[in-house]
């Protein structure tokens, strides 16, 4: 009876393991499926090159790049777990899942090292344009004062009398500060 208990508790225990394994590996794959797409998505954005339309838009791809206010973000952290449960699965598993389990982490790494170089390039770009249309939209709202300015500055009344002057004289100047 003894004996018959132990084999029931070490089959429970195989068992157990046996579970345990096939939950690391369907967690494995799931992880890197989701992380896949991850990097699908980040690729397609990466060729697309796009630097937007205006500061708006290229604020909002700037979001995009980061995940700001995404629940799936894919950071070194995520993928040191990854590479973690990818090394627990090569040691317990059997040679051909070993194999396996070891082609799909080189293939995800390499995806992983090759998307940073290109993320890093596509930021740059990104960076670049964001200066570049901060600077329109300064120039384009210096354009817009400049306008309003000299629609006060046209007009063609000097005053009638010596407190209309000093009104005028008053805007005049007050208009001159606020140029410089």
Same mark, same amino acid.
């Given at each position: /009876?003894?004996?018959?208990?132990?084999?029931? /508790?070490?089959?429970?225990?195989?068992?157990? *393991?046996?579970l345990?394994e096939?939950? &690391?590996?369907?967690?494995? @794959?799931?992880? %890197?499926?989701?992380?896949?797409?991850?990097?699908? &998505?980040?690729?397609? !954005?990466?060729?697309a @090159?796009?630097?937007?339309?205006?500061?708006?838009?290229?604020?909002?791809?700037?979001? *995009?790049?980061d995940?700001?206010?995404?629940? !799936?973000?894919v950071?070194?952290?995520?993928? *040191?777990?990854? @590479?973690?449960l990818?090394?627990?699965?090569?040691? *317990?598993?059997?040679? &051909?899942?070993?194999? @396996?389990?070891?082609?799909?982490?080189?293939?995800?790494?390499?995806?992983?090292?090759? %998307?940073?170089?290109?993320?890093?390039?596509?930021?740059? /770009?990104?960076?670049?344009?964001?200066?570049?249309?901060?600077?329109?939209?300064?120039?384009?709202?210096?354009?817009?004062?400049?306008?309003?300015?000299?629609?006060? !500055?046209?007009?063609?009344?000097?005053?009638?009398?010596l407190?209309?002057?000093?009104?005028?004289?008053?805007?005049?100047?007050? /208009?001159?500060?606020? !140029?410089?």
């Amino acid at each position: /009876l003894l004996e018959a208990w132990n084999n029931l /508790l070490a089959t429970i225990e195989a068992h157990g *393991k046996g579970l345990e394994e096939a939950q &690391d590996i369907l967690e494995f @794959n799931s992880q %890197l499926d989701k992380i896949e797409k991850w990097i699908r &998505d980040k690729e397609l !954005m990466v060729q697309a @090159n796009d630097a937007g339309r205006d500061l708006e838009h290229c604020n909002a791809l700037r979001r *995009k790049l980061d995940d700001a206010g995404s629940d !799936m973000r894919v950071d070194d952290q995520r993928i *040191k777990t990854i @590479n973690v449960l990818a090394d627990k699965l090569v040691s *317990k598993e059997s040679p &051909d899942d070993t194999k @396996n389990v070891q082609q799909k982490r080189t293939h995800f790494n390499a995806r992983w090292r090759q %998307l940073q170089g290109a993320v890093n390039v596509y930021r740059q /770009l990104l960076d670049g344009a964001y200066e570049i249309h901060v600077f329109y939209a300064a120039v384009d709202d210096t354009k817009e004062r400049i306008a309003e300015k000299s629609l006060v !500055m046209s007009s063609e009344d000097y005053g009638r009398d010596l407190s209309a002057v000093e009104a005028l004289r008053r805007k005049q100047d007050a /208009l001159e500060r606020d !140029m410089t």
